[in-house]
Nanobody, 125 residues
Framework: QVQLVESGGGLVQAGDSLRLSCAAS????????MGWFRQAPGKEREFVAA????????YYGGSPKDRFTVSKERSKNTLYLRIDTLRPEDTASYYC??????????????????WGQGTQVTVSS
């Protein structure tokens, strides 16, 4: 099984930038896409961004995509998510996930078999 461990969350000020990391281990050669989701208290899990583990194709969700940048470092089996100009509404637990499926888009959480424990991002105003 692929194991995923997120890091980089914390308490930040509105307007700051933050980079989250997700270290993958195990049989990562089976991975096709890795992505980020977030979930705020009382809300449903939301797709943020994803990147192909095979080429450089990226996938972004709805409104936040102009402040979010997904990237990877294959040599380190690490996924990143940079968030710029943080807002209080970005406060959430951010989860890293891995998919071994072929799909046209990867916005659906059901496509991801492996999940990390999450890292909390809290943005103060």
């Amino acid at each position: 099984q692929v194991q995923l461990v997120e890091s980089g969350g914390g308490l930040v000020q509105a307007g700051d930038s933050l980079r989250l990391s997700c270290a993958a281990s195990g049989p990562t050669y089976t991975t096709r896409v890795m992505g980020w989701f977030r979930q705020a208290p009382g809300k449903e899990r939301e797709f943020v961004a994803a990147i192909s583990w095979i080429d450089d194709k990226t996938y972004y969700g709805g409104s936040p995509k102009d402040r979010f940048t997904v990237s990877k470092e294959r040599s380190k089996n690490t996924l990143y998510l940079r968030i710029d100009t943080l807002r209080p509404e970005d406060t959430a637990s951010y989860y890293c996930a891995a998919s071994t499926y072929w799909a046209e888009t990867y916005l659906d959480a059901e496509l991801y078999e492996y999940w990390g424990q999450g890292t909390q991002v809290t943005v103060s105003s």
